[in-house]
């Protein structure tokens, strides 16, 4: 009886080590797919805009992140699924960039995006 407790504890424990394994080889399958968006918000004469708005919309489950750009107008969003579809834009003092869209169909690692902000009319 002693013995039989032991062993089904052994496979219990042996059962949920390779679970765990399984889990976080998946885990790291996952973030070894992920991708990043990055680049820079610029005016409408090319000058870098510091301190705008960055928004990045998962269509998907419609999560909204944001970014404020540094003083040479860049921002960056990493961990990005592949499989998700991306919104995202740039607002700046009233003023707005078009909408960019990056798709799951896209299947770069890494996608640098410019937005270019007009002024607000």
């Known amino acids: 009886m002693y013995l039989a407790r032991k062993f089904v504890a052994a496979v219990l424990l042996l059962g949920i080590a390779l679970a765990s394994g399984t889990l ?3 885990s790291d399958k996952q973030q070894d797919q992920s991708r990043t968006v990055l680049g820079r918000v610029l005016d ?3 000058d870098p805009v510091a301190k705008a708005i960055v928004y990045l919309k998962n269509t998907k489950s419609l999560v909204v992140r944001t970014y404020i750009t540094d003083a ?3 921002y960056h969003f990493p961990g990005l699924s592949p499989v998700v579809d991306y919104e995202i834009y740039a607002e700046y003092e009233g003023a707005r960039s078009p909408a960019r869209t990056l798709s ?3 299947t770069r690692k890494q996608v640098n995006l410019t937005l270019h902000i007009s002024p607000a009319k």
Do not use: E, L, V, Y
């Open 24 to 26: 976080r080889a998946s």
């Open 44 to 46: 409408s004469k090319d």
């Open 72 to 74: 040479a107008g860049a």
């Open 104 to 106: 799951a169909f896209d």
